[in-house]
């Protein structure tokens, strides 16, 4: 179970403003780009579910994640979810998003519980988003601050996870309080964002799920 506080910034003065402040404490930025699959018959969504693959680009060592999700929910900022993930080899990754019928002959750990939990024999790609993460080391707790290219808008949140999500909440908070970060809590996962194709601002419920 991964458990992350997920804080929304409400729009690229308030980001830019938040990297100024932490930038100090800088430790590394990873280009990314989400790529999303279901299995040919809905097989994981219907079990709210799904397969991703995250290519680290813009770096001399590519590398690519293979990522299970399940059962997501999001509640007072603070994202809930069963994650299974691996590093897998890049060069059959891309193979794969090129065209994912290939994913049933990946040699993956997780991919083998895809097929063999949820029952998939066939993949079909749903696409995906491109992401900047800004990565942080601040207070004794890992900042993530992320900045997500849609093709109907962009989004900027802050991630940070932790066994103590309520603490470190409030720790955040008042960081934003101090120094006039405007923010809201977060009510959707950047997944949901994708398929509904608007920003959260158009959405009207509390809870979330993938």
Excluded at 9 to 14: C, W, Y
Excluded at 43 to 60: D, K, P
Aim: with cysteine; glycine share 6%; aromatic share 10%.
């Amino acid at each position: 179970m991964e458990i992350e506080v997920k804080l929304r910034l409400p729009n690229k003065a308030s980001y830019q403003k938040l990297l100024s402040l932490l930038s100090p404490f800088h430790v590394i930025s990873h280009h990314q780009h989400n790529t999303f699959f279901d299995g040919s018959a809905s097989e994981l969504s219907l079990r709210r579910a799904i397969f991703r693959l995250r290519f680290h680009e813009q770096t001399h060592l590519p590398k690519c994640f293979a990522c299970l999700k399940a059962k997501a929910i999001i509640i007072n900022g603070v994202s809930r979810v069963e994650e299974d993930e691996e590093e897998v080899d890049p060069n059959i990754g891309r193979a794969c998003f090129e065209d994912p019928g290939k994913l049933t002959e990946m040699d993956s750990r997780v991919l083998r519980r895809v097929k063999e939990e949820f029952g998939v024999s066939g993949f079909v790609g749903l696409g995906g988003f491109k992401n900047v993460r800004n990565v942080y080391e601040w207070n004794e707790v890992k900042l993530e601050v992320d900045e997500t290219k849609y093709e109907f808008g962009d989004l900027y949140e802050v991630e940070c996870e932790s066994v103590e999500p309520e603490r470190v909440k409030g720790m955040i908070e008042e960081f934003f309080k101090e120094n006039g970060i405007d923010h809201s809590d977060s009510v959707v996962s950047k997944f949901a964002i994708f398929r509904a194709g608007n920003l959260p601002s158009y959405f009207d419920f509390h809870n979330a799920l993938i």
